[in-house]
């Protein structure tokens, strides 16, 4: 079975490649390399003795993904090409709302004019909005979000949903994604953020391999046991292994359902930080600064939506985390460019 990964050179994009290749399906990936970069691709293919084929194209470009279609025929489609930046997001409304949706509307497109029936879509935990309480199941109303990122993701669920309407045949799977770190435990492949991260886990890896100075914990005075913000972290792993088996279930049902992909444990900032400083015997530089705007005191998942549906469970725990994405940061000091 040929599996085509639209965004698939990126950070969940490479990892779930690896785990694909590693269970005998075919793989191509679409990418314009817009956050990636070729050299993650080619490290899957040395990891796995596989070869993937390769097209740089942008995914709003609706000829060129039929074209791709036409060619390798696939029989499914993952869609993680998108923007997800979410303080960007709110500079550039525009370019996310443009590039998000366009992507899924061509591929939603190239799959009716070539009759490929089958789609799983990275959605997020950020749809489930302020209004819900955590743990999320995935049968809670859609929440308003605080960021365009967010609504693009909502937008797209949405879109999602209409579209399963049209066709009984269709075969959708959306997984609600919450806070991915780690790295394959080789090193080879892992996340490469461009600038300044934005997210926790590379600022602390960038820290303790020296790039950046300190870590700013954002904030200790929120209703948490610690004061500081609880988050349900999932080894990048876990979450490539939960796509081989949402493929598996496109192949067996068909219609449209919701999936998130968490573990169901929740940790603060500062476990996170002490787990990674005990894991890899050093010290992370960190200081205590304000809140940052539009940060949810609590956000976990109820995992048993997966393990039921799936037959998935978050394996690895906070501790593999934190020791691969320190083993990939050491490694690859300066990501993918050597
Ligand atoms: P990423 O940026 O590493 O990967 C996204 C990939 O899509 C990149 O390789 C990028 O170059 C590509 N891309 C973007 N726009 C494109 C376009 N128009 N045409 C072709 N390629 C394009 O991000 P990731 O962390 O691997 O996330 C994958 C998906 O999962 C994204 O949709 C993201 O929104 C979603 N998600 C991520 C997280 C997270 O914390 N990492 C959480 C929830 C959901
Ligand atoms: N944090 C810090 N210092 C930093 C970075 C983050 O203290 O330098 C804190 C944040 O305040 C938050 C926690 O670490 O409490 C996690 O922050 P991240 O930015 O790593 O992750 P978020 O939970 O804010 O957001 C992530 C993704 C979003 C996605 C959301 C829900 O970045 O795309 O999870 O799935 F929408």
Not at 6 to 32: F, M, R
Not at 229 to 248: P, W
């Amino acid at each position: 079975m040929k599996i085509f990964l639209a965004g698939g050179a990126g950070y969940i994009g490479c990892h779930t490649a690896l785990q694909l290749l590693n269970n005998g399906y075919e793989v191509v990936i679409a990418d314009n390399f817009s956050n990636s970069c070729p050299e993650a691709v080619k490290r899957v293919e040395a990891l796995t003795g596989k070869k993937i084929a390769l097209y740089e194209i942008d995914v709003q470009d609706g000829a060129k993904v039929k074209e791709v279609f036409a060619q390798e025929q696939p029989d499914a489609v993952i869609h993680f090409a998108g923007l997800k930046a979410v303080g960007e997001s709110v500079q550039q409304p525009i370019r996310y709302y443009r590039n998000n949706i366009n992507t899924t509307l061509s591929l939603l497109e190239a799959m009716e004019a070539t009759g490929v029936k089958k789609i799983i879509f990275s959605s997020s935990a950020t749809v489930y909005g302020e209004e819900n309480p955590s743990p999320y199941k995935e049968n809670m109303p859609k929440g308003s979000c605080t960021n365009p990122y967010g609504w693009t993701k909502s937008m797209m669920e949405q879109i999602f949903q209409d579209v399963a309407l049209t066709d009984p045949e269709l075969s959708i799977v959306i997984l609600r994604y919450f806070n991915p770190i780690g790295a394959h435990e080789s090193g080879e492949i892992g996340e490469d953020p461009k600038g300044i991260p934005n997210n926790l886990m590379p600022y602390i890896t960038q820290t303790a391999v020296g790039i950046r100075e300190k870590l700013t914990v954002f904030g200790d005075d929120y209703d948490t046991p610690d004061g500081t913000c609880q988050r349900d972290y999932i080894h990048v792993m876990d979450l490539a292994d939960g796509h081989v088996k949402a493929v598996e279930y496109l192949n067996r049902e068909q219609g449209i359902d919701i999936i998130n992909l968490g573990t169901g444990t929740p940790y603060s900032v500062l476990e996170l930080v002490n787990a990674f400083q005990k894991v890899n015997d050093m010290k992370v530089n960190y200081v205590i600064g304000t809140r940052r705007a539009g940060d949810l005191p609590v956000c976990y998942a109820d995992a048993s939506k997966a393990a039921r549906v799936l037959g998935w469970k978050a394996k690895r725990g906070l501790e593999d985390m934190c020791r691969d994405s320190w083993n990939w940061q050491r490694k690859n000091p300066q990501g993918y460019r050597k």
